[in-house]
């Protein structure tokens, strides 16, 4: 399963793609289980530039019946960090939060990897 | 304090304005996000991994209660109650909106501060001694030349591009404070032969991938022709320095690749032809010295009843025992104040601490303060009478932490908690530590231990330089960390060494007190941890370590 990332551009907010917009939480982004969906829905992020900067793909595993990323970078951008527990996302708390503060799973980030290529 | 003149002010105003402007053309679109990053970043303005951090200038470390105030303001009313001060002594907003940061650079100009090259490929922030103008083994104060550096770098046009970033630490102490030796350019104030005063020139220092204690290129270089002997410096790099490769192109890797001999015969032969045209007036020096004379600390002060509260009162004896430093003259002391609460962010201060720290240093510390590439702060100048009423007022806002240089005063990067191009976390790593340590009696029992940990490779953490260095990889997508032992970012400067395989995450703190473990097993004395570490060899930590691997 897949989600599309990005943050937003007037603030730099974490956000998630669904239906052609922009939310905020992971739990509430659309998914892809096919790549053809999320190829097209990435293509049609970055024709957003005044919305969005560097949107990219990210690989999510189940956890505790909610989608969390496998990368630990990417569930830190869903959550906040975690020096400040009121800060971000997470501030919210509730099963959510809870659900990706317990994922396991690792792999690189595609964000991450991207902007070490850019560089 | 130097304090910015009319010129000053018009170019802050000036760059601001653009600065609004673009970001105006950023959000309607008429900018690309590739067009205008270069912008943001020549104004500070990062993007980070939950928002934009915005990294503020604070010029050699140097502070007054008015300007931080204005932080104080600026992190209320823009950021979330809080900034972040770094190893770059600057401090940092992490909870930024782009569009605000226009009226943020407008709320710093008004108090003569900015953000301007605090990213890109130009001379940045200026180190210097955060004990300058007060401290005890100073030959003169630094900031004088720092502050000479600020004026000739700021927007240099031949400078603003170089091959990579570039920084400059001054330091007049026979005890560096600065970590010079691990800087593009360290200079190191001597007094000559002939009873002036003068650089040796350190160049090629730094960190991040490939570390490098720089060598001494000129022993002794006379003071009024230092801006000539900079430029013949920067202007070698620019020509030399490898564009093609981000990896290679500090001037580190240059120096490396000539060899420090042959790099200064190309400066000198440049500086022959620069000729004196590239110095200082000696009137424009002293125009600049006038500002940074030794405050009026008045007639020989009555150091009260210290000496009786020191004895009466054993929290207040430790505090002196550890963040209280020799001034140059009798009656005051050098207060420092850290910024590495038990269990707190490393160099992270709140907005209602900053204003006690205004108030602070305005009611008994001569309206001075700064802050130490070890993200702390320091009021350079209180009488000694003073010093309990400054205790007392930084204890009620959580700062009163006894821990300046012990195993608790830990440097850590924002790592994968903020910055976006992190592998691993170091704060909580840091934290961790802290609390592990948190019993004032065995941390003083340890002693000097300094703990530097970066989230990657880039070293902003300082990892290298850490008599332990810690350093977090990535290893398949999970934090792993690996231990270097024996790094000194002072007058003993080295590059620490690699300990072994690298470290899951929940096994950092068990290794750290193992190693501490092996030290107090070990020293004899009053060895530091680093002289038992440079007498035993790694050998007695690697196996407390990894014994159990075995």
């Known amino acids: ?119 | 304090m130097y304090r910015y003149d009319a010129v000053d002010r018009a170019v802050l105003a000036d760059r601001t304005a653009e600065f609004r402007d673009q970001v105006e053309r950023r959000l309607s679109g008429e900018l690309t996000e590739d067009q205008f990053k270069p912008l943001r970043l020549m104004n500070g303005l990062y993007l980070q991994l939950h928002a934009y951090m915005l990294r503020v200038a604070v010029p050699y470390g140097s502070l007054n209660p008015v300007q931080m105030r204005a932080l104080a303001d600026i992190a209320r009313r823009f950021d979330r109650g809080y900034g972040h001060f770094t190893t770059r002594t600057n401090i940092q907003f992490n909870w930024v909106r782009l569009a605000d940061a226009p009226d943020i650079l407008d709320a710093l100009a008004a108090v003569d501060l900015h953000a301007i090259q605090t990213s890109g490929n130009c001379i940045r922030n200026v180190t210097a001694d955060p004990y300058a103008g007060a401290a005890a083994d100073e030959l003169e104060d630094p900031r004088v030349w720092c502050e000479a550096i600020r004026q000739w770098s700021s927007l240099h046009p031949e400078f603003s591009f170089l091959p990579r970033k570039f920084k400059i630490a001054v330091t007049a102490s026979p005890h560096d404070r600065t970590a010079a030796k691990v800087h593009d350019i360290g200079l190191l104030l001597r007094r000559g032969r002939d009873g002036e005063t003068g650089f040796e020139v350190i160049v090629g220092g730094g960190m991040g991938r490939t570390p490098h204690v720089g060598p001494t290129i000129k022993a002794y270089l006379p003071s009024d022709r230092l801006f000539s002997y900079l430029e013949a410096i920067l202007r070698v790099y620019n020509r030399h320095g490898r564009r093609d490769n981000i990896y290679k192109a500090r001037i580190k890797i240059l120096v490396s690749a000539l060899g420090a001999e042959a790099f200064a015969r190309e400066v000198e032969a440049e500086w022959e032809r620069i000729g004196t045209d590239g110095d200082l007036p000696r009137a424009e020096v002293d125009r600049i010295r006038s500002a940074f004379t030794t405050p009026d600390l008045g007639g020989a002060p009555s150091s009260g009843d210290f000496e009786a509260r020191r004895a009466a009162e054993p929290a207040f004896a430790r505090f002196v025992r550890n963040n209280l430093k020799a001034h140059l003259r009798p009656g005051y002391g050098i207060v420092d104040i850290s910024l590495k609460g038990i269990g707190e962010t490393p160099g992270d201060i709140s907005a209602d601490q900053m204003e006690v720290v205004a108030d602070l240093a305005e009611r008994f510390g001569q309206g001075d303060i700064r802050a130490t590439h070890e993200q702390n702060l320091v009021l350079p100048h209180v009488r000694l009478e003073h010093v309990h009423e400054v205790w007392k007022g930084l204890a009620a806002v959580g700062l009163a932490t006894p821990n300046i240089n012990l195993i608790s005063d830990i440097i850590a990067c924002p790592g994968l908690d903020y910055c976006a191009l992190a592998n691993a976390r170091a704060i909580c790593v840091a934290q961790d530590i802290a609390r592990r340590f948190e019993a004032p009696d065995r941390a003083e029992a340890i002693g000097e231990l300094k703990i530097k940990i970066s989230g990657c490779i880039n070293a902003c953490g300082h990892h290298h330089v850490g008599h332990i260095g810690i350093l977090g990889v990535d290893k398949k997508g999970e934090e792993f960390y690996q231990l270097t032992l024996g790094g000194s970012g002072a007058e003993d400067a080295a590059v620490g060494k690699m300990l072994g395989p690298a470290l899951p995450i929940d096994r950092v703190t068990d290794a750290v007190e193992a190693i501490v473990e092996a030290y107090l097993r070990e020293r004899t004395g009053g060895e530091r941890f680093l002289d038992t570490l440079r007498r035993t060899g790694d050998a007695p930590f690697r196996e407390a370590v990894y014994a159990d691997a075995h």
């Open chain 1, 1 to 119: 399963m897949k989600a599309l990332t990005a943050n937003r551009l007037s603030d730099g907010e974490v956000v998630f793609w669904k239906d052609g917009a922009w939310v905020e939480r992971l739990a509430e982004a659309g998914l892809f289980d096919e790549d053809g969906p999320a190829a097209s829905a990435e293509a049609a992020a970055r024709g957003q530039p005044t919305l969005v900067i560097d949107p990219y793909l990210i690989d999510l595993v189940d956890s505790s019946g909610f989608w969390a990323p496998v990368s630990y970078r990417e569930r830190i951008r869903a959550l906040g960090p975690t020096n400040h527990e009121l800060h971000g996302k997470q501030a919210e708390g509730g099963g959510a939060v809870e659900a990706l503060r317990q994922a396991h799973g690792a792999a690189r980030s595609s964000g991450r990897v991207n902007l070490i290529r850019r560089k």
